[in-house]
């Protein structure tokens, strides 16, 4: 689920990756320490999906639930490196408006 | 050439969403599906489990067929339990928005069967498309 944080305090970003599956099963676990992270640290996010290999919509609540957490004091939660089909889930729940999608490099 | 049918029953627990999930990748496997419409069912299955497991309040059984056609797959997922429409959040139902997008864009069609605005039973197919 979350492979590494990292909490840089110049940029004061978060560098999440994530790895394995995101479901139902693990949601409430993710939601609590993505929030615990938010509490430690009020930053910006930067979610790494290289090794993410599922996500649900249990587990997309909960990115939309950090994301409102995040814009209460004006922060973003990027995501990079999603896998094409897992960027397709994001596409068809419109959730690729919501959060900001990189890429590689190249934000969408 | 008539159908072949798999049940599959699992507890309407979450810990065992998975197995549904991962079965249904090996049914579509055996009809011929590529892996992007097996990532499909695979989604879709998972997402119809969710959203029938959010609205039971005591959750006992959930029943799973598969139905082989030569080029499609049919999916029956029922769940037994309590339910209770007044149970559901809105934080549910905007989670449950969330999977219904999901599953009407992974299948070529789904049906809800409704009770009271309860989903009680969710329908499926997906065709081979060759």
């Known amino acids: 689920m979350i492979l590494d944080e990292r909490f840089d305090s ?3 970003m978060w560098y999440i990756s994530l790895d394995g599956e995101i479901d139902i099963y693990n949601a409430p ?3 609590e320490k993505l929030h615990q992270l938010i509490q430690q640290n009020p930053g910006d996010f930067i979610l790494d999906c290289d090794s993410l290999n599922y996500i649900d919509s249990t587990g ?3 990115l939309i639930s950090a994301l409102r957490r995040v814009k209460e004091y ?3 939660i990027k995501i990079r490196n999603l896998k094409p089909y897992i960027y397709k889930i994001f596409v068809i729940t419109g959730l690729d408006k919501i959060f900001t999608i990189e890429v590689g490099n190249r934000e969408q | 050439m008539s159908s072949d049918l798999i049940t599959l029953a699992i507890p309407a627990k979450p810990e065992y969403v998975m197995i549904a999930r991962l079965s249904s990748a090996a049914v579509a ?5 590529d892996v992007d419409q097996i ?5 879709a299955v998972a997402e119809a489990i969710i959203m029938i497991i959010n609205q039971l309040t005591r959750p006992e059984k959930l029943s799973i067929s598969f139905i082989l056609d030569p080029k499609v797959i049919g999916i029956e997922i029922f769940g037994e339990g309590d339910w209770e ?3 559901i959040s809105t934080h549910d139902l905007g989670q449950a928005q969330l999977g219904k997008y999901i599953l009407s864009s992974m299948m070529d069609s789904v049906k809800f069967d409704l009770d009271n605005g ?3 039973a969710i329908f499926m197919h997906k065709d081979l498309g060759v």
């Open chain 1, 74 to 76: 004006n922060g973003e």
């Open chain 2, 118 to 120: 309860t989903i009680r």
């Open chain 2, 39 to 43: 990532e499909d069912i695979k989604m």
């Open chain 2, 29 to 33: 496997t055996r009809i011929g599906f």
């Open chain 1, 29 to 31: 676990e993710f939601k």
């Open chain 1, 10 to 12: 110049d940029t004061k």
């Open chain 1, 60 to 62: 997309l609540g909960v």
């Open chain 2, 85 to 87: 429409s007044s149970n």
